[in-house]
């Protein structure tokens, strides 16, 4: 019997081993790596995934740093073709949409717990900076989700019409301004400032409420509502 036999048949018994103790003791007792490995078993049928593996978790550091990275990045790991790095961004996009899931949801939105998970929910995986206006019916219940592509603004009156022509669109009775600091700190710049300030006005007038302009980073939140110096930008649509 060849080398190359012998290895695919020690690799063959390796992984309906791995797949029988799953199937008996469930996932929890896996480490990442091995986690990892298993998941490699169906798009890499016959190389030793756990390698793979374990370069992955070292590139990326974590799992969830994996499932973000687009399939051009995970193809520069050794050992991670097209049909790997697509399956790994698969599970990403599929997290997505159920965290995205799990936040929106019929009932009203009470406090800003739950108004930041929404907001978290709509910026996994984004790394430029993104422009939200949410919009709620008279009881804080979603209506839409009006998203700026990379580099929008609303600081000039061209950038101004367009947004508010979106949410007008939606019939709001409330809005929710966010957006994201990819990189460094989720407080405001001026800029920032001044365009929520054109915001609440313009709405104001027309009859819409702007609740808060909530800033994510990768670990934080702020809440301009919350800051006393803005408090007058905004109308109250959840629990203090």
Known sequence: MSNQTTKKNIHAGHRERVRE???????????????LELLLFYSIPRE??????????????????IIKATPRKLCE???V??????????IGELYKRVIEEGAVKRTPYKNMEE??????????????????????????????????????SVRTSTELKTAVSKILENDP????????HPEGSALPSNADVDSTMTVSVTLR???????????????????????????GFFDTGINE
């Open 173 to 180: 009775d409330f809005v929710i301004m966010a957006h994201n």
């Open 21 to 35: 103790n799953v199937f008996k003791n469930g996932f929890e007792q896996l480490e990442d790596h091995r986690l």
């Open 77 to 79: 790991v050794q050992g």
């Open 81 to 90: 073709g097209k049909n790997s790095a697509i399956q790994l961004a698969a």
């Open 115 to 152: 108004l930041v998970a929404l907001v978290r929910s709509q910026y996994f995986n984004e790394k430029n900076e993104k422009l939200l206006f949410i919009c709620f019916d008279s009881a804080m219940r979603l209506k839409k989700v009006e998203a700026f592509t990379e580099g929008d």
């Open 205 to 231: 007038r027309l009859g819409i409420n702007l609740v808060d302009h909530i800033i994510i980073n990768r670990t934080a939140y702020y809440s301009m509502r919350d800051d006393s110096r803005y408090k």
């Open 48 to 65: 030793d995934t756990n390698e793979i593996a374990h370069r992955l978790l070292n590139e990326f550091g974590s799992f969830t740093e």
